[in-house]
């Protein structure tokens, strides 16, 4: 049967098992849009205020279901506006695919009114793209990019399609999805990690965002069971293990635990699962676990021996080499090891000390207390992240949705969109602080149009909260350009797009305004006030060896 090269899309689309997409028109993408129209039955498509909107809210909605997000966007200046949520994407491993338009095959390369070599600008940060330049290969691309995006290492990939080609026809024939590519682990790197696990005597698991990526938490908790190991997790990695079981030591590294991090350098074996060693982990590589024999559990090569050298690895999923190492290990009990991760874990908790009558840790302990372990948090960047991280015990893998790898301030309000719209139900609470929220909080409009019943508690302290911290502890207190003495009211804000918003000073009128938001199943702004010189703790000092944390 023939059909447009737009209708080839939105067939595909539907092939792949894609039911919403996000997006913003343009010239370029004019007859997509005009087949959108038609296939609007089958389809759901979510019109963002901005384009870099629509590739976080791919992003979350990728994040929240494990399945594929997708966004659209027109040629030139939208295409461009893409780039941000699609290199987010790309350093957290989150599987989105990008449709951009561009001008006709006949005035590429010519300069032409809002033409970009968008291929060209996002080869660094995408897996694979593409530009198709013949109808006839457009639907096995996008087959292909789907499969792409999800195989290995997930990631973003883009289509760029010329707008001539979605106009043209040609013969489109219905196919099954392809399935991703398969990961066999090795079976002598398999045999020699279940003899390093077998005979070490202090073993510490270190869980990232593959684990999660990979479906392997259930055989991630049962190694750590049966090997009696601490387990700490990755900012990617929150919810991969219960928070609440004995044997989590919580995050590792800058913003880590005094638990965690001891261990990481008191442990004999340090198995890193999922995950790739970023610098915010490992800090001063030379002196991170060196005490240890580190055996690396990771599907992409690139990263095996990149930040840090593993005595042994294994190349694979994460699940599909936890599966037959679960087989090989022998019980361990590490009686001593426990005991002494214990202590530490007793002894130096997380301080909860804070200025004024509001406080982090209140607000995300009273989150907790108010919510079930089905709710999902995302974030924007800042302290407020951290916090999230530290003070909200995720039990749950997929219920932590936040910008990692890019940092990408601007991030979470578009994500906490996609995150409701693909979780069935669960409640979606975003946290934000006040200088993220304002770089896209025009995503407000979104939200109410569609009435996408997120919360919204913003951690207002009037100043770039991780940046001051930074500059009190290392800059002489010089506060330079990190002061937000401005504007906007944000309960007037949230009014002027007709959302409903409360004002909270103190812990009972936080109380109040979260008990009223959560009875609702609407979009709510809760503006809660902080202190400016709340801070995040423990820090390790950038470059430092982890066990030097600054604890108060």
């Given at each position: ?18 039911d ?28 963002t ?50 449709i ?32 198709v ?92 069971k ?19 079981d ?27 699962i999922?995950?790739?060693?970023s610098?915010?982990v490992?800090?001063d ?11 690396h ?12 050298k ?9 699940k ?7 087989e ?71 219920t ?17 969109m ?16 006040d ?44 506060y330079s ?6 504007g ?7 009014d ?9 000073c ?26 400016i010189?709340?801070?995040?703790l ?15």
């Amino acid at each position: 049967m023939k059909k447009s090269g737009s209708e080839i899309i939105l067939e595909c689309l539907l092939e792949q098992g894609v039911d919403t997409v996000f997006g913003y028109p343009g010239g370029a993408v004019l007859n997509i849009y005009d087949a959108l129209y038609k296939y609007s039955d089958k389809i759901t498509h979510i019109l963002t205020a901005h384009e870099q909107g629509a590739a976080h809210a791919a992003d979350g909605y990728a994040r929240a279901s494990g399945k594929v997000g997708v966004c659209i966007a027109t040629s030139g200046p939208g295409a461009t506006n893409l780039v941000t949520g699609i290199a987010t994407a790309y350093m957290d491993s989150v599987p989105v695919v990008a449709i951009t338009g561009n001008v006709n095959t006949t005035l590429l390369g010519k300069d032409s009114f809002q033409e970009a070599d968008i291929t060209g600008i996002t080869a660094p940060i995408t897996k694979h793209n593409y530009i198709v330049k013949d109808i006839k290969s457009l639907a096995d691309i996008i087959r292909e990019a789907f499969m792409i995006a999800k195989s290995g290492r997930p990631g973003p990939v883009l289509i760029d399609v010329p707008k001539d080609i979605s106009a043209q026809y040609c013969e489109y024939e219905y196919k099954k999805p392809l399935p991703p590519k398969a990961c066999k682990p090795n079976e002598d790197e398999i045999k020699a990690a279940c003899r390093l696990i077998s005979e070490c005597e202090r073993p510490f698991i270190f869980a990232g965002g593959g684990v999660i990526s990979s479906d392997a938490c259930g055989q991630l908790y049962q190694l750590a069971k049966k090997i009696n190991s601490p387990v700490s997790c990755s900012l990617m990695g929150l919810g991969a293990y219960p928070a609440h079981d004995d044997l989590f030591t919580g995050m590792l590294g800058m913003h880590g635990t005094k638990a965690s991090n001891t261990a990481a350098l008191k442990c004999d074996l340090f198995i890193a699962i999922g995950t790739r060693f970023s610098d915010r982990v490992i800090s001063d590589p030379k002196k991170f676990a060196r005490n240890a024999k580190i055996l690396h559990i990771d599907i992409d090569a690139a990263e095996i021996d990149k930040n840090i050298k593993a005595y042994h690895s294994v190349l694979c999923d994460a699940k599909q080499a936890l599966i037959p190492i679960l087989e090989g290990v022998r019980e361990k009990s590490n009686k001593d090891w426990l005991e002494h991760i214990t202590s530490l874990k007793q002894n130096y908790k997380i301080g909860h000390a804070h200025i004024g009558t509001l406080s982090p840790y209140y607000i995300m302990n009273k989150i907790y207390e108010m919510t079930d372990s089905d709710t999902i948090i995302t974030t924007e960047v800042g302290q407020h992240q951290i916090w999230a991280a530290q003070y909200y015990p995720y039990t749950k893998p997929r219920t932590f949705i936040s910008s990692g790898g890019f940092g990408t301030m601007g991030y979470g309000t578009g994500a906490s969109m996609g995150a409701c719209l693909a979780s069935s139900g669960s409640r979606v609470i975003h946290i934000a602080g006040d200088g993220s929220f304002r770089m896209n909080c025009i995503e407000l409009a979104t939200m109410k149009h569609y009435k996408i019943p997120v919360i919204i508690v913003l951690f207002n302290n009037q100043t770039l909260g991780m940046v001051r911290q930074w500059q009190t502890f290392f800059y002489d207190k010089r506060y330079s350009q990190t002061t937000l003495d401005r504007g906007p009211d944000f309960n007037l804000l949230a009014d002027a797009y007709g959302i409903r918003s409360y004002k909270a000073c103190s812990e009972s009128e936080f109380d109040f305004a979260l008990r009223e938001a959560l009875s609702l199943y609407e979009p709510v702004l809760i503006n809660a006030h902080i202190d400016i010189d709340e801070r995040v703790l423990p820090m390790v000092p950038a470059g430092r060896p982890i066990d030097e944390l600054i604890l108060e």
